[in-house]
């Protein structure tokens, strides 16, 4: 049937069948029904066993009446579906359609295709199959009824079941050779395929997922789980007691009067009543996906019967409180969203265990009847591989900006190997290792040359710089460079922890491991004639699963870019000074130095690194005089450990716009043919300028210090960025130049707040949930560390110092007692280099006093209280020691 939708690309079965014969799991038994007995069980005993049969296929029964007050009905409804004499789908369509001739309001999809089950009449019949079917094809796009989509479902899990267990083949006409049919029953079962099939419909990549352990996985509805999980989200939004004194009297009053019509019956008028409480129909349009017994296309009064007994379900068994059942709706009967498909759909399991066969069993009978399976489980990530690698480094970087002009052609023969060996005969026919390899084009062959590489085999995905025996050229150029300049390269490798986390290979097999310490360990490693460098993940490393790949391989490339150049370039010098710094420049910037400048803990430290491994984007938030911007631009040169034009600083403002944080139309004057001309160009503005900086480095991190952050129209200068700070992995269309856009995962943000600044505007939720947040107090501690390693010109008082500190702790003490906690003086007011009782006096006066007098609302009379002799007097109750010169 996949040929009935050529439109749409779809997932192919076998090799999807494949993994799927590897792992699949047993199945629990289908519910239990006698439909033998429908003609001689009496109508109360009817209703009984109908009723625990769909609390036994049901997530939750929202009309238990529904059996008693329809035995009836339900007992013919029931004798046609099992023994009525037209197809199937139409038996079926006329129980489950509202309007035919045996629905029954009240009973939903969810019941009639559980009784399927009971008579083995038919396959699973649910959403999941049906999305499960969609994405191999197998399911048409807009059925117009129940009895198509039972039809096409039905057809679907037939040609599933085909394949799931092949069958001999039979002959048809003229001798042809034709598949047999394969009934639901047998082979490994209608189960199985339902199974399947649901895993299908959860996948993202290449990977099948595991079998679902969701009760209502197979469901029509969703789970008590599923309410019980939204009833503590809309609480966690807005607690109850909160949600009760938010609500206006006229709402309180239209539901109350909805319990009242609903506990008398008046079904009509409760609906009524609880529309205008809440006239949004965002709560109508989920309840079919609360409760699949309702729809829109129902009679008015079966829509309001049917909400009421919903209603009352929700309140008696999950305790909803009634102001919170529109919510509750809207939140739980979600429909469930189809799985986002990754950039790069990635290797799976049976990537590894092909290669494994193909080792064992290399043979062309063998590959012929594995060909489908070998595309999309080795090829085509092969492929995607090679390319996002190509887009994202090979091409803006190694190829533009160094000029390398590496081959990257995702064909075999170029930047990929054939599946096919050509050794005429002396060993199998195909290669069980399979390379990506990334070399310059100048040379006769990938052989002759150093090369960026990706090794997929059995036990593994490995990728990194390979320099094979061959290369004579590029490996005499590489071990004179590495003899020369081994602690430059040495120094240049270090970061990132590279040396600790890569491997590094000798001998002919690369079978041999060294340990890299030491440039004299580089050296001694240099000088094998096979070498190779990089990362091995084995078959169960989720990485080799997801989209991050591609970013994971393209940085250790840029990680270990210093081996090749000492391979590509006669004088790699200006790259590794780069990299590593010149051996006379200053010492390098590490956590002693962020504390010499910060007077910062190292706990204040490792808490700040783990927020910025969480997100990539932060704000230090405090008082005036805290050293926020200090902090950050400290912290700058440690990330970016202190490399040249990696960190940027800006500082917004009120007038700062879009146009020159990301893009905008310039006007500029231009000299064409002598004469002058007026032309408006798209240029970068200063976020994207330095994250075109950022990408062709991809492992050099680079930081962006926003200073002033809510000074800003914060919604006009980021506008799509928004999305980008959170989902880093995707990409957005600017709209002045049309271009698609990233943020690179090596570009950090760090930001400054003042929170007192009147003139600022609030965060809202929506750029706030983006950051992380570090308060920066004001700190005593930090003054005095400071103070100790700045020792005060006052060498006749030699407690001048401490009783710095003390002004600090009781001006903030008093600011706390008479303002709140908000409002303090920070500490960097206090530190001034050769600080005396002249200088002290001039910061008071000019930096603190204002200050205050800001915080006091402009009442000079307030001052008096904060003078630094009444506040250093305040504890011991006497006049104390005066501390400044006025």
């Keep these: ?12 079965l076998a090799p999807l069948l494949a993994q799927f014969r590897n792992t699949c799991a047993l199945l629990t038994a289908a519910p239990t029904f006698q439909p033998d007995t429908l003609d001689h069980t009496p109508d109360a005993i009817l209703a009984d066993e109908l009723q625990r049969f769909a609390s036994s296929v049901l997530p939750v029964v929202f009309h238990p009446d529904v059996f008693r007050r329809e035995v009836g009905f339900l007992r013919h409804a029931l004798s046609h579906l099992f023994r009525g004499h037209d197809a199937l789908p139409e038996r079926l369509s006329r129980c489950v359609t509202p309007g035919e001739a045996y629905h029954v309001p009240g009973i939903g999809p969810g019941f009639w295709s559980a009784m399927l089950q009971v008579s083995a009449a038919g396959p699973l019949w ?50 042809e050779s034709k598949k ?36 209502a996985a197979f469901a029509w509805s969703v789970s008590s789980e599923d309410i019980q999980r939204s009833v503590r989200e809309i609480r966690t939004r807005l607690p109850l007691k909160k949600r009760r004194e938010a609500t206006a009297p006229a709402v309180i009053e239209a539901i109350t009067r909805f319990l009242a019509e609903s506990e008398a019956g008046n079904h009509e008028a409760a609906f009524e009543a609880f529309r205008s409480s809440c006239p949004e129909d965002a709560w109508e349009a989920a309840l079919p996906f609360l409760d699949d017994a309702y729809s829109p296309a ?44 990754q950039d790069f759909p990635g290797f799976c399991s049976d990537t590894f265990t092909f290669l494994d066969e193909l080792t064992t069993t290399n043979s062309r009978d063998w590959m ?25 480094y090979i091409r803006p970087v190694l190829n533009r900006e160094h000029g390398w002009d590496l081959e990257c052609d995702a064909r075999s023969g170029r930047a990929l190997t054939s599946i096919c060996k050509n050794d005429y005969g002396r060993s199998g026919p195909y290669q069980p290792v399979q390379w990506v390899t990334f070399y310059r084009k100048s040379r006769a062959n990938k052989r002759d040359d150093a090369q960026f590489f990706v090794r997929v085999a059995a036990d593994g995905v490995s990728y990194g710089f390979h320099l094979g025996r061959t290369a004579r050229e590029a490996g005499g150029q590489f071990r004179k460079a590495i003899q020369e300049h081994g602690e430059a390269v040495f120094r240049a490798l270090a970061p990132g922890q590279l040396l600790e986390s890569c491997h590094f290979w000798t001998g002919n097999d690369l079978a041999t491991e060294v340990v890299m310490k030491s440039p004299a360990d580089l050296r001694a490693w240099a000088a094998n004639k096979t070498i190779a460098a990089g990362i091995h993940r084995v078959p169960s490393d989720p990485t080799l699963r997801s989209d991050d790949l591609p970013g994971e391989v393209l940085l250790t490339f840029d990680r270990l870019l210093p081996l090749f150049a000492c391979a590509a370039e006669a004088d790699p010098r200006q790259l590794l000074v780069r990299r590593a710094g010149s051996p006379d420049s200053p010492q390098v910037y590490d956590p002693a130095s962020f504390h010499r400048e ?48 990696c ?22 004057n231009v000299e064409t043919d002598g004469r002058s001309e007026i032309v408006y160009p798209v240029e970068d503005g200063v976020l994207a300028e330095f994250a075109a900086q950022a990408t062709v480095r991809p492992s050099e991190p680079h930081v962006l210090i926003v200073d002033e952050l809510n000074r800003g129209n914060l919604p006009r200068i980021f506008g799509e960025l928004l999305f980008l700070l959170e989902y880093r992995d995707q990409a957005v269309t600017l709209p002045y130049s049309k271009r698609s856009f990233r943020l690179p995962e090596n570009l950090f943000v760090l930001a400054t707040m003042n929170q007192l600044d009147r003139s600022a505007v609030a965060l809202d939720q929506a750029l706030r949930r983006r950051f992380s947040f570090v308060d920066m107090p004001a700190d005593a501690a930090v003054l005095a560390r400071w103070l100790e390693n700045h020792p005060p010109l006052t060498p006749n008082d030699e407690t001048f110092g401490v009783r710095v500190v003390r002004l600090f702790e009781e001006l903030n003490d008093r600011l706390t007692r008479d303002l709140g906690p908000g409002k303090h003086v920070g500490h960097s ?42 506040l250093l007097g305040e504890r011991t109750g006497k006049r104390a020691k005066p501390i400044s010169g006025s």
């Design 647 to 668: 960190v940027r600083l800006v500082q917004f403002h009120p007038a700062y716009s879009y146009e020159e944080f990301v893009e905008g139309i310039r006007v500029r």
């Design 368 to 392: 012929a009847t594995n060909r489908d399976r070998y595309q999309f489980v080795l090829r085509e990530p092969l492929v995607e591989l090679c390319e996002a690698v190509a887009e994202r």
């Design 298 to 341: 129902l009679p008015l009064a079966e829509r309001a019967q049917l909400w009421c007994e919903v209603a009352r379900v929700l309140r008696d068994t999950f305790r909803v409180h009634p102001l919170e059942l529109a919510e509750l709706v809207t939140v739980a009967g979600q429909p469930t969203p189809a799985p986002e498909p």
């Design 1 to 12: 049937m996949a040929k009935d939708f050529p439109h749409r690309r779809v997932l192919p």
């Design 598 to 645: 910060t007077f910062l803990s190292n706990v204040w430290l490792d808490r700040v690194m783990g927020l910025l491994r969480l997100k990539k984007q932060l704000i230090f938030q405090g008082v005036p005089g805290t050293g926020k911007t200090h902090v950050a631009r400290s912290l700058a040169r440690l990330l970016t450990h202190d490399r040249p034009g």
């Design 180 to 215: 047999a049919p394969l009934p639901l029953g047998e082979g490994l079962g209608r189960g199985s395929v339902s199974d399947f099939l649901e895993r299908v419909s959860r996948m993202t990549g290449r990977e099948l997922p595991s079998a679902s352990t969701d009760s």
């Design 829 to 870: 007011f206090f530190m001034v280099p050769e600080l005396d009782r002249e200088k002290l006096s001039a910061v008071w006066d000019h930096h603190v006093r204002p200050l205050l007098l800001d915080y006091l609302g402009g009442r000079e009379d307030r001052l008096k209280d904060y003078a630094p002799e009444r």
């Design 126 to 175: 649910c959403p999941a199959v049906e999305r499960g079917l969609r994405a191999l094809g197998l399911f048409p796009d807009n059925p117009r009824s129940v009895a198509e989509r039972f039809a096409a479902t039905v057809a679907g899990c037939e040609e599933v079941g085909r394949n799931l267990t092949p069958q001999p083949p039979s002959l048809g006409r003229k001798g």
